[in-house]
């Protein structure tokens, strides 16, 4: 069967990098890992091109010497990776009002601050005569 694999982390390639005829995509795939010198924790997809039903598989690169393969998920844009939290969620009405509330008082803060620097500012033009 035919066969083509490109990286899909840490880096993406945007195009297959990778073609080949194998006995089965795993061994494609151990082939592809050896004959890139693909590096530890690297993940990437193998296609059979086969048309309609071609089968897609992922793989992590597991070992180096001697390569070792391990199946992988499929990464998606934009999700947390496997050592990131996901954001919170706020569920309640208090925690949407307590939420407002430190915002609102944050730029209050910030207001009376740039309020305070240009009265400053303009005391001090005053008093060593820079105004007219």
Same mark, same amino acid.
């Given at each position: 069967?035919?066969?083509?694999?490109?990286?899909? %982390?840490? *880096? =993406?390639? =945007?195009? %297959? /990098?990778? #073609?080949?005829? &194998?006995?089965?995509?795993? *061994?494609? $795939?151990?082939?592809?890992?050896? *004959?890139?010198? #693909?590096? &530890?924790?690297?993940?990437? +997809? +193998?296609? /059979? =091109? &086969?048309?309609?039903?071609?089968?897609?598989?992922?793989?992590? @690169?597991?070992? @180096? $010497?001697?390569?070792?393969?391990?199946?992988?998920?499929?990464? +998606? /844009?934009?999700?947390?990776?496997?050592? !990131?939290?996901?954001?919170? !969620? #706020?569920?309640?009405?208090?925690?949407?009002? =307590?939420? #407002?509330?430190?915002?609102?008082?944050?730029?209050?803060? @910030?207001?009376?601050?740039? +309020?305070?620097?240009? @009265?400053?500012? &303009? %005391?001090?033009?005053?008093?060593?005569?820079?105004?007219?």
């Amino acid at each position: 069967m035919n066969y083509a694999g490109r990286r899909t %982390w840490p *880096d =993406k390639s =945007k195009s %297959w /990098e990778y #073609l080949g005829a &194998a006995e089965s995509i795993e *061994d494609f $795939a151990l082939r592809f890992a050896t *004959d890139c010198s #693909l590096d &530890a924790n690297t993940e990437f +997809v +193998v296609i /059979e =091109k &086969a048309g309609a039903e071609s089968d897609i598989q992922f793989f992590k @690169v597991s070992r @180096v $010497a001697p390569y070792a393969l391990m199946p992988a998920e499929p990464r +998606v /844009e934009g999700a947390p990776s496997a050592g !990131q939290a996901p954001p919170p !969620q #706020l569920t309640s009405s208090h925690d949407i009002r =307590k939420t #407002l509330l430190a915002n609102a008082r944050f730029y209050l803060k @910030v207001c009376f601050t740039a +309020v305070a620097f240009f @009265v400053s500012a &303009a %005391w001090l033009m005053h008093i060593f005569g820079l105004t007219k």
